[in-house]
């Protein structure tokens, strides 16, 4: 085909990081034409524009503006918004990113108009189908074509769930990708009066901040840290909105710094220089064992094992027994150290634009 057409659809924080590497390593192929497509999940500047801003993305040729609503209201809006752009805009395939809400809605919907479908990050399971992203993460590897894969356990899960093999590539993580051509700027971004120690934490799954009893647990935990060793605590909208319903602050610990989600460089910039960081995201396990960096999952179970095989990170759970000894023995100085997996080498998105070229 002359001139084969691919969509983009990102919705979420997590998904900026992976698109950018795809969409200028596609843009090396001279001959395809690409579409962004944002849902508008995520709206706020601190957890959208400013992450455009500084990976120097193009704009997205089209938001949908869906805004945010319980998962069934998030998930139809983008359906009902997205239907008509795929139809108007007739996309030769469609890729999506991540576990979000906005990456199984335009699957569906794909499926549905038969355009053939990849999906960047396909693979991961945590097996806790309470999870709304183990949801998001089975649907849509089951309608996707092509499934791009960022390490061999991925491989093996999908194979299990019956995927074609021929269907499934191992490309590695476009995270990674995106983390080393931004890891220059990072490093600039330092900020000067850093203590040698600090916890960074980031907090964000309802499991942990819906929870009002376990979240109080977790911050006064951070604060009783606080008093020897500095933490930082970049609060998440969701986390924000639970702390002030909660009338939790750590206003009265001048160790306990919480602050406003921060721009991808900024916490960047931290990662590389914590001596910790306590999250339950699933990217930061990823970017904390690339640098190297203790990493402790306020989680029962990662959906990315291979951080916890080979890498720096540590499941502590919910028990706030093991949380603080985690960190305990981390601050004495007891580090966990990784390797970085096979394939977290800066080009995974290269090895996608190739299989995609070749589609067509
Ligand atoms: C979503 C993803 C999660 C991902 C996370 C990264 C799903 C099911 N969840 O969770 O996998 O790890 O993004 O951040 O897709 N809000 C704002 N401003 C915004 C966006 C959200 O204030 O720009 C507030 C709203 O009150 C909203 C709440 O945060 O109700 C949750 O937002 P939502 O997009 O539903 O889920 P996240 O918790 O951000």
Redesign the pocket.
């Known amino acids: 085909m002359a001139n084969p057409h691919i969509l983009h659809v990102v919705g979420?924080?997590?998904n900026f990081m992976k698109v950018a590497p795809v969409i200028r390593a596609l843009a090396e192929y001279g001959s395809i034409r690409q579409t962004l497509v944002h849902t508008g999940?995520?709206?706020?500047f601190n957890?959208?524009e400013t992450f455009f801003q500084e990976l120097e993305m193009p704009a997205p040729d089209v938001n949908l503006l869906v805004g945010?609503g319980s998962?069934a209201q998030?998930t139809a809006e983008v359906m009902k918004r997205f239907e008509p752009v795929v139809l108007e805009r007739r996309p030769e395939m469609v890729m999506v990113y991540g576990?979000?809400?906005?990456t199984v809605a335009a699957a569906l919907v794909c499926a549905k108009l038969q355009v053939p479908l990849a999906h960047v990050e396909a693979g991961l399971r945590s097996f806790d189908r309470t999870m709304?992203?183990e949801i998001?993460r089975l649907l849509t590897d089951q309608i996707a074509a092509l499934l791009f894969t960022p390490s061999q356990d991925g491989n093996d899960n999908l194979a299990r769930e019956g995927i074609a093999p021929s269907r499934i590539h191992l490309v590695g993580n476009v995270m990674i990708d995106t983390l080393m051509r931004m890891l220059p700027c990072a490093r600039a971004r330092v900020p000067a009066h850093l203590p040698d120690q600090f916890v960074l934490v980031t907090l964000?799954r309802p499991t942990n901040v819906d929870d009002v009893a376990w979240l109080g647990h977790i911050l006064r935990l951070l604060a009783r840290i606080s008093e020897s060793t500095t933490v930082i605590f970049p609060v998440?909208?969701?986390t924000r909105?639970r702390l002030a319903a909660a009338a939790l602050t750590g206003e009265n610990h001048r160790g306990l710094h919480l602050s406003q989600p921060l721009p991808y460089l900024d916490f960047l910039a931290l990662q590389t220089r914590a001596t910790v960081v306590v999250t339950d995201?699933?990217g930061i396990q990823e970017e904390t064992t690339f640098l190297g960096t203790p990493c402790i999952t306020v989680r029962e179970n990662t959906e990315r094992p291979i951080t916890v095989t080979l890498g720096t990170n540590t499941l502590a759970g919910r028990n706030p027994a093991r949380l603080c000894a985690e960190l305990e023995r981390v601050l004495s100085g007891a580090r966990k150290r990784g390797q970085v997996p096979p394939y977290w080498d800066g080009h995974a998105a290269e090895r996608i634009a190739a299989v995609v070229h070749a589609a067509f």
């Open positions: 979420a924080r997590p999940q995520h709206y706020d957890l959208s945010s998962h998030q576990d979000v809400n906005s709304p992203e998001n964000h998440h909208p969701r909105e995201s699933g």
